[in-house]
């Protein structure tokens, strides 16, 4: 490919709202422009991206067995509607109707259509296991899309979906896609992490994220530098302290702690360890009738220590609050509690309230905590002489930086990564609510058991980005760089040694299986030099009259400080070789 013949439209300064780097750098390289509210072009430098990546995830797809086909991004909503999904999603899914005022969704994702498929084509035990999968455009309508197509709207998703006769086919089936996606993500040249996550609003048993290593990651990963555990924040398990409950030292005594309603602002007050105060949480969950009204609400306090922080998905999953809770209004606290939020806790309550404490407040001794009185908090608590043991202790909180690993192989550590892979087993979730079954060995009927496997094709381009970057522009890894070599001939225009040269050398990279584009456009070599290295391209080769006459040429790796010479005859096995390691 010639420059003169590509479409390159670089761009000095990045547009004002662009928030992150990978968004910045994307609009400066011309590889998307804005359309709509989280709506992007691909331009040309950007798709070419995509079709590397997407070339690499069919090639370990199908390496494992996958089947490719294509499913469409408009469905019917009856699908929908047969899982409970149509209203379930709320208003991320986009809902349209057509002219007969049919009701249809814009996919966001595609379990329904197809469980639709494998309902009415997988009826025999012999034609399973199988597994399909589609490189499709996905649209979910956030509420405020951001951080270019990292957070967009419409973007660009493969989804895979396995169908196997049993718990354990479909745990083979699980496995074989985790071994595909590590594979696609060593072949991306990005470093990443798999790690252990919550099932989430796909449901299911068993899931796993694969993170993109990144400081501007949204999500925290949680792992063990000693050992091989990870997992994400909101599954990671905070271990009960290793050491009993210390006896009670302190008299209970009601203090004083005037304008100061937050632990870290009491702790300093009295000089305390913030780790020697206790956090209140007031839920409350409801209970309905067959019409939908509240005919109970249990109010819950939960207590984790002051310098820990509630995990809603592990709250989530308690019995009692795994139908669904909320934080509960302020005149239900007073109801409760005497009193306003702030200085809440769990003695002298008004009325029985549920109490659960997490695993390392059970272990506290002469801890504060809320005295239900404005203004004051007690100091000394101790549980059993004065307050009743929890009802419910159970693990509520995020872990923090040197917690000990749930293996038992050393501390946790946290660092921030992308979500750009997700592979989940769903067990019959989705076979069940739309009859997919097949026959078995004795002719009866069976649930099919699914498993579903997705990758951000779209998002990984940010996501490799934000790891890979610096002051100049984007520096891609080889194998899904727009381009893996610029050749940059100075004075191609006006030279006809440097132009035989650089046609020569273009035409040997392409021979040898190197995507070399040669740039004949006649600019400066300042500002050729800039768009490459804005662009992100991992190799640059600079041929000039000068360096021809001494027989060489420069040639310098993205990441490299400066060119190393090398004889032009040498320079396209040298260039592959460089691409290869």
């Known amino acids: ?104 969704i814009i996919q966001p994702t595609s379990e329904e259509v197809v469980t639709d498929i494998a309902r009415q084509e997988l009826r025999s035990y012999k034609q399973l296991p199988k597994n399909f999968y589609h490189i499709q455009t996905k649209f979910r309508d956030e509420r405020r899309p951001r951080f270019g197509i990292m957070r967009g709207r419409e973007f660009t998703m493969k989804d ?46 068993l899931s796993h994220e694969f993170q993109v290593i990144a400081q501007t990651g949204e999500d925290a990963i949680i792992y063990c530098p000693t050992s091989d555990y990870a997992a994400n924040i909101e599954l990671a398990e905070a271990v009960a302290p290793a050491t009993p409950r210390g006896p009670a030292t302190q008299a209970l005594v009601k203090t004083p702690t005037p304008g100061k309603s937050t632990c870290a602002d009491v702790a300093a007050l009295l000089g305390l360890d913030l780790k020697q105060t206790v956090k209140s949480l007031v839920l409350a969950t409801d209970e309905l009738d067959e019409r939908g009204v509240v005919v109970k609400t249990t109010v819950w306090l939960l207590l984790v220590r002051g310098d820990h ?72 608590a101790n549980w059993g002489r004065d307050l009743p043991e929890p009802d419910l202790v159970a693990d509520i909180r995020n872990v923090v930086e040197g917690d000990p690993s749930p293996d038992g192989k050393g501390v946790l550590a946290i660092e921030r990564g992308i979500e750009v892979g997700h592979v989940f087993y769903l067990g019959t979730k989705y076979s069940k609510a739309m009859n997919a079954t097949f026959l078995d060995e004795t002719g009866k009927p069976a649930l099919m058991e699914m498993g579903c496997y997705g990758i951000g094709v779209t998002r990984i381009l940010g996501a490799a980005i934000e790891q890979n970057h610096d002051a100049r522009g984007i520096i891609w890894p080889a194998s899904i760089a727009p381009f893996q070599v610029a050749i940059c001939p100075i004075g191609y225009d006006r030279s006809a040694e440097v132009k035989a040269a650089a046609d020569a050398l273009h035409a040997e990279l392409l021979a040898l299986g190197v995507d070399a584009i040669l740039d004949d456009r006649g600019e400066r070599p300042g500002a050729m030099f800039a768009d490459w290295e804005l662009i992100g391209v991992p190799q640059r080769v600079v041929l000039s009259d000068r360096g021809l006459k001494e027989g060489l040429v420069e040639v310098q790796g993205r990441r490299e400080a400066e060119a190393s010479k090398l004889a032009l005859a040498e320079v396209a096995a040298a260039v592959k070789a460089r691409l290869g390691a």
């Open 1 to 104: 490919m010639k420059a003169s013949q590509f479409f390159i439209s670089t761009l000095k300064e990045a547009p004002a709202d662009a928030e992150v780097v990978s968004h910045q750098l994307m609009m400066r390289a011309g590889m998307i422009k804005r359309l709509g509210a989280g709506i992007y072009n691909y331009m040309p430098m950007g798709l070419r991206v995509i079709r590397k990546v997407e070339a690499i995830i069919r090639d370990e797809m199908n390496r494992a067995g996958a089947v490719e086909l294509l499913m469409p991004v408009v469905q019917p909503a009856e699908l929908w509607q047969e899982t409970g999904r149509f209203d379930k999603m709320g208003p991320e899914l986009m809902r349209v109707k057509d002219r007969h005022d049919r009701d249809f």
């Open 160 to 205: 895979a979906y396995s169908f196997d006769r049993d718990a354990a086919g479909a745990a083979k089936s699980y496995e074989q896609m985790f071994a595909a996606y590590k594979r696609i993500f060593d072949r991306f040249g990005l470093t990443y992490r798999a790690v252990a996550a919550d099932t989430g609003a796909i449901g299911g048993d």
């Open 309 to 380: 922080d509630m995990n809603e998905v592990k709250v989530g999953k308690l019995d009692g609050l795994k139908n669904g809770f909320r934080f509960a209004t302020v005149p239900e606290i007073e109801a409760h509690f005497g009193c306003k939020p702030g200085y809440l806790g769990p003695i002298g309550l008004l009325q029985p309230v549920k109490i659960v404490a997490d695993r390392t407040v059970a272990q506290m001794s002469d801890f504060v905590c809320g005295a239900n009185a404005w203004d004051h908090h007690y100091t000394g």
